[in-house]
């Protein structure tokens, strides 16, 4: 039986593949919580460098060891790559200037790129000894990653990050288990899968995932009296609970209040925050008079027994103050369902049933959608601050997309307030402005697109110690709103920043600066926001639902003054974070270059560059970049659409690596040539029909919104998948023994093209990766070879 149609080893195939993926998914989740962002282009990027890797190893050495110890290598290289991103923390804060963190930093990528270059050899092997049935296995590889998506999602919503690795070392276990005959080494697989799935069930403290000591759960976690009193996962979210006296968090607070404290607990979404859990009810004077003292209570004031919607509301705060305020009626839109299980079960009780109150209507859906979904108009909208301080010349947060900071979103927002509704953001305040400046560039594009051309009569600014607050009136203010607004900036000692009628006196009495530079810049944005944008030192252009990428603050002019900082500044990277993006795609460029050539080099080959094999380069060298630079930004976009980024790249991956596994079982009856001008087309109406579909899909359910995912991505993976295995087969019978050496080319060029999606969405939007894609496999189509 030949080894590429063995039942065992197709079905082998398939369980390595899908524990490959299982292990990508998990991985995104471990660096979500671990460092700072969830890196999944990197993780994507490594994935396909390895197995590049494998693709020269087979192309220089053909004979490669049993599939079943590959397999084997495969779970032990899981696990020992956990075990070192665990228990050798990366420090991105010293790297600027301690050299040893460049060196764990390589290590990461060696060990957590040696599952997919293990994985990779196995599925290499068998696509090379298929040869021209090479779409077979090819088709188990890709049907089997598919699979391991939703795989990874369910254990990750049921036994955490670490339940994830078990999985995908189990999976890897099982691949060897259908690939050894041998009944001795069966028993013995069979233990060690049992062990492994017991130790995802109820992992030992040693295997527990630690954080980086600068996340905020670690900060937090060092006082002296702090306990951990919650830990739960989803599917796209850890959270924890964490109670000590040492907690106080009251964002804005007036420096003129005289309080008690309330008591309070601190809740962390993947280790970042705090959130306050409050041990206060807002029926009481303690509450009400809390709430004279935040900044928020203003629009509360202005429009008393309001109907207001809070999105993101955190773990309760903003809810309290509303109420307390005078709302008679405030509906949540929780975008975590475990906070709102949390509020519910465990501190229920602590926070008087806060979530429970008659006056509250609770919406555990994403802020997007409950604007989609709401038929009623509110009085007050409210943008709650739920993320914590996030210093603007790190870029390390860079690449977070947010799509409530959106123009669309506060358009959204604006369309859902009464008549004389009131659109209210807080953002927390940098030096020199940023998140307070890019929120008032967005606040006054989106009043401009609905033809409000003089936004100065519509809106207040103003800011405490460490806060700005921005209220966009859906009529002007009216002079005796202005004075009540007075009355209430003066009571708390908040200065304005913009107000219709303000007076110079009236600037930068109470958190006095040696320069007002926040009233100097809101004023120039609203007198002409595009000069303004264009000459401020930081990327304040308003983010849209194409470039959805808030904290990206990135200029290439301050590029000397970052590398004149770096090694100064405490931040990630040393405040260098974007510029390590081009540093990585630097790397993944010379690694893709090293791994195309070496085959040849090392062979002697270098001499008979022929014009077939220039084209063979070309094919799979676009194939390989179209890929990507479609998958990625799909993966961002549909993040709108399906509310987590894990669940959009579970999605995005289970999709197209199934419909690409159909795709290259139907390579052998289909015209290469006609199929690649059908994909170009429908990558084409793909990304003109996306946005609309988004926006008119947003209000459905979460099932009908996969659905739509699914039937919107089926077509293209469908046709993404032919064209590499056709190309195969056409390679095998030009120039037998080839296929290990395109399987590097594709893998090399996927993994600069993952890191360069990411680059491109930043700076140029979704739309624009995705026609980078589109025209890559156009040159795929131009570089075809022609049927023998």
Same mark, same amino acid.
């Given at each position: 039986?030949?080894?590429?149609?063995?039942?065992?080893?197709?079905?082998?195939?398939?369980?390595?593949?899908?524990?490959?993926?299982?292990? !990508?998914?998990?991985?995104?989740?471990?660096?979500?919580?671990?460092?700072?962002?969830?890196?999944?282009?990197?993780?994507?990027?490594?994935?396909?460098?390895?197995?590049?890797?494998?693709?020269?190893?087979?192309?220089?050495?053909?004979?490669?060891?049993?599939?079943?110890?590959?397999?084997?290598?495969?779970?032990?290289?899981?696990?020992?790559?956990?075990?070192?991103?665990?228990?050798?923390?990366?420090?991105?804060?010293?790297?600027?200037?301690?050299?040893?963190?460049?060196?764990?930093?390589?290590?990461?990528?060696?060990?957590?790129?040696?599952?997919?270059?293990?994985?990779?050899?196995?599925?290499?092997?068998?696509?090379?000894?298929?040869?021209?049935?090479?779409?077979?296995?090819?088709?188990?590889?890709?049907?089997?990653?598919?699979?391991?998506?939703?795989?990874?999602?369910?254990?990750?919503?049921?036994?955490?990050?670490?339940?994830?690795?078990?999985?995908?070392?189990?999976?890897?276990?099982?691949?060897?288990?259908?690939?050894?005959?041998?009944?001795?080494?069966?028993?013995?697989?069979?233990?060690?899968?049992?062990?492994?799935?017991?130790?995802?069930?109820?992992?030992?403290?040693?295997?527990?995932?630690?954080?980086?000591?600068?996340?905020?759960?670690?900060?937090?976690?060092?006082?002296?009296?702090?306990?951990?009193?919650?830990?739960?996962?989803?599917?796209?979210?850890?959270?924890?609970?964490?109670?000590?006296?040492?907690?106080?968090?009251?964002?804005?607070?007036?420096?003129?209040?005289?309080?008690?404290?309330?008591?309070?607990?601190?809740?962390?979404?993947?280790?970042?925050?705090?959130?306050?859990?409050?041990?206060?009810?807002?029926?009481?004077?303690?509450?009400?008079?809390?709430?004279?003292?935040?900044?928020?209570?203003?629009?509360?004031?202005?429009?008393?027994?309001?109907?207001?919607?809070?999105?993101?509301?955190?773990?309760?705060?903003?809810?309290?103050?509303?109420?307390?305020?005078?709302?008679?009626?405030?509906?949540?839109?929780?975008?975590?369902?475990?906070?709102?299980?949390?509020?519910?079960?465990?501190?229920?009780?602590?926070?008087?049933?806060?979530?429970?109150?008659?006056?509250?209507?609770?919406?555990?859906?994403?802020?997007?959608?409950?604007?989609?979904?709401?038929?009623?108009?509110?009085?007050?909208?409210?943008?709650?601050?739920?993320?914590?301080?996030?210093?603007?010349?790190?870029?390390?947060?860079?690449?977070?997309?947010?799509?409530?900071?959106?123009?669309?979103?506060?358009?959204?927002?604006?369309?859902?307030?009464?008549?004389?509704?009131?659109?209210?953001?807080?953002?927390?305040?940098?030096?020199?402005?940023?998140?307070?400046?890019?929120?008032?560039?967005?606040?006054?594009?989106?009043?401009?697109?609905?033809?409000?051309?003089?936004?100065?009569?519509?809106?207040?600014?103003?800011?405490?110690?460490?806060?700005?607050?921005?209220?966009?009136?859906?009529?002007?203010?009216?002079?005796?709103?202005?004075?009540?607004?007075?009355?209430?900036?003066?009571?708390?000692?908040?200065?304005?920043?913009?107000?219709?009628?303000?007076?110079?006196?009236?600037?930068?009495?109470?958190?006095?600066?040696?320069?007002?530079?926040?009233? !100097?810049?809101?004023?120039?944005?609203?007198?002409?926001?595009?000069?303004?944008?264009?000459?401020?030192?930081?990327?304040?252009?308003?983010?849209?639902?194409?470039?959805?990428?808030?904290?990206?603050?990135?200029?290439?002019?301050?590029?000397?003054?970052?590398?004149?900082?770096?090694?100064?500044?405490?931040?990630?990277?040393?405040?260098?974070?974007?510029?390590?993006?081009?540093?990585?795609?630097?790397?993944?460029?010379?690694?893709?270059?090293?791994?195309?050539?070496?085959?040849?080099?090392?062979?002697?080959?270098?001499?008979?560059?022929?014009?077939?094999?220039?084209?063979?380069?070309?094919?799979?060298?676009?194939?390989?970049?179209?890929?990507?630079?479609?998958?990625?930004?799909?993966?961002?976009?549909?993040?709108?659409?399906?509310?987590?980024?894990?669940?959009?790249?579970?999605?995005?991956?289970?999709?197209?690596?199934?419909?690409?596994?159909?795709?290259?079982?139907?390579?052998?009856?289909?015209?290469?040539?006609?199929?690649?001008?059908?994909?170009?087309?429908?990558?084409?109406?793909?990304?003109?029909?996306?946005?609309?579909?988004?926006?008119?899909?947003?209000?459905?359910?979460?099932?009908?919104?996969?659905?739509?995912?699914?039937?919107?991505?089926?077509?293209?993976?469908?046709?993404?998948?032919?064209?590499?295995?056709?190309?195969?087969?056409?390679?095998?019978?030009?120039?037998?023994?080839?296929?290990?050496?395109?399987?590097?080319?594709?893998?090399?060029?996927?993994?600069?093209?993952?890191?360069?999606?990411?680059?491109?969405?930043?700076?140029?939007?979704?739309?624009?990766?995705?026609?980078?894609?589109?025209?890559?496999?156009?040159?795929?189509?131009?570089?075809?070879?022609?049927?023998?």
């Amino acid at each position: 039986m030949h080894l590429h149609r063995s039942t065992n080893t197709i079905l082998g195939l398939g369980l390595i593949s899908a524990g490959s993926l299982a292990f !990508e998914i998990s991985l995104t989740r471990l660096f979500a919580v671990q460092q700072f962002h969830h890196f999944a282009f990197v993780v994507i990027s490594l994935a396909v460098m390895g197995i590049a890797a494998s693709g020269v190893l087979l192309a220089l050495r053909p004979k490669h060891p049993p599939l079943s110890i590959l397999a084997i290598a495969y779970a032990i290289s899981v696990l020992l790559a956990y075990l070192t991103i665990n228990h050798l923390p990366f420090d991105s804060y010293s790297i600027a200037w301690d050299q040893r963190q460049i060196g764990v930093l390589i290590l990461y990528f060696l060990v957590t790129g040696a599952p997919f270059l293990l994985a990779g050899w196995a599925v290499g092997a068998c696509l090379t000894a298929a040869g021209r049935e090479a779409h077979l296995p090819y088709a188990a590889n890709l049907v089997g990653s598919a699979l391991g998506c939703p795989a990874a999602l369910v254990v990750l919503a049921s036994f955490g990050g670490e339940g994830a690795v078990a999985l995908a070392i189990s999976l890897g276990f099982l691949a060897a288990f259908a690939l050894t005959p041998r009944i001795s080494s069966r028993v013995l697989l069979i233990i060690l899968i049992t062990l492994t799935i017991w130790g995802g069930i109820d992992p030992p403290k040693t295997l527990a995932l630690r954080l980086s000591p600068y996340k905020p759960l670690s900060v937090i976690s060092l006082a002296p009296d702090a306990q951990t009193t919650v830990t739960q996962w989803s599917a796209s979210t850890r959270v924890d609970v964490v109670e000590s006296s040492s907690i106080h968090v009251l964002p804005g607070l007036s420096l003129n209040a005289k309080i008690d404290l309330p008591l309070q607990a601190a809740l962390f979404l993947d280790g970042d925050g705090p959130l306050p859990i409050n041990n206060l009810s807002h029926y009481t004077t303690e509450a009400m008079t809390l709430a004279t003292y935040m900044p928020t209570a203003l629009a509360y004031h202005l429009r008393p027994y309001t109907n207001a919607l809070i999105l993101q509301p955190g773990a309760g705060l903003d809810t309290i103050v509303a109420l307390a305020a005078g709302a008679i009626h405030v509906t949540l839109a929780i975008d975590e369902p475990l906070i709102h299980e949390i509020l519910t079960g465990p501190y229920a009780e602590f926070t008087y049933y806060l979530l429970d109150s008659p006056q509250l209507t609770v919406i555990t859906r994403p802020s997007r959608n409950v604007l989609h979904a709401s038929h009623g108009d509110y009085d007050v909208i409210q943008f709650a601050l739920s993320q914590s301080y996030r210093p603007v010349a790190s870029g390390a947060f860079s690449l977070t997309e947010d799509f409530s900071l959106t123009v669309e979103a506060f358009g959204e927002a604006f369309d859902r307030l009464s008549e004389n509704g009131l659109l209210m953001i807080t953002r927390w305040l940098g030096t020199p402005p940023s998140e307070s400046a890019r929120t008032w560039a967005i606040l006054i594009a989106a009043l401009q697109t609905h033809g409000i051309d003089d936004p100065g009569p519509h809106l207040i600014a103003y800011r405490g110690m460490r806060t700005a607050t921005m209220i966009a009136a859906k009529q002007p203010y009216h002079p005796s709103e202005l004075d009540a607004i007075r009355a209430f900036l003066q009571d708390n000692a908040f200065d304005p920043i913009h107000l219709p009628d303000l007076k110079p006196g009236e600037l930068n009495r109470y958190n006095q600066l040696p320069q007002d530079t926040y009233y !100097e810049l809101f004023s120039s944005l609203l007198d002409d926001p595009s000069s303004t944008i264009d000459s401020y030192d930081f990327n304040l252009k308003p983010p849209t639902d194409d470039r959805p990428f808030f904290h990206h603050f990135f200029r290439w002019r301050q590029t000397p003054d970052i590398m004149a900082t770096l090694g100064i500044i405490w931040q990630p990277f040393g405040g260098s974070g974007y510029l390590i993006l081009l540093a990585l795609l630097g790397l993944m460029i010379l690694l893709s270059i090293m791994l195309i050539l070496s085959p040849l080099i090392v062979l002697g080959r270098q001499g008979s560059w022929s014009r077939p094999r220039w084209r063979m380069i070309g094919y799979f060298a676009f194939l390989g970049a179209g890929y990507l630079l479609i998958e990625i930004p799909l993966i961002q976009k549909l993040t709108l659409l399906l509310d987590r980024p894990a669940l959009a790249l579970a999605t995005v991956l289970f999709t197209l690596l199934l419909a690409s596994g159909i795709g290259s079982l139907l390579s052998t009856r289909v015209s290469l040539r006609k199929t690649l001008i059908a994909l170009v087309l429908i990558l084409g109406l793909t990304i003109v029909t996306l946005p609309w579909v988004t926006d008119h899909a947003l209000a459905w359910s979460l099932g009908a919104r996969l659905m739509l995912s699914v039937v919107l991505l089926a077509p293209a993976g469908l046709l993404m998948g032919v064209p590499f295995a056709a190309g195969l087969r056409r390679l095998e019978e030009r120039s037998p023994g080839s296929i290990p050496w395109a399987w590097a080319i594709n893998g090399a060029i996927s993994g600069v093209s993952g890191v360069l999606a990411a680059m491109i969405s930043l700076d140029a939007g979704f739309t624009i990766t995705l026609v980078v894609g589109t025209l890559a496999y156009l040159g795929a189509w131009g570089m075809a070879l022609p049927e023998v």
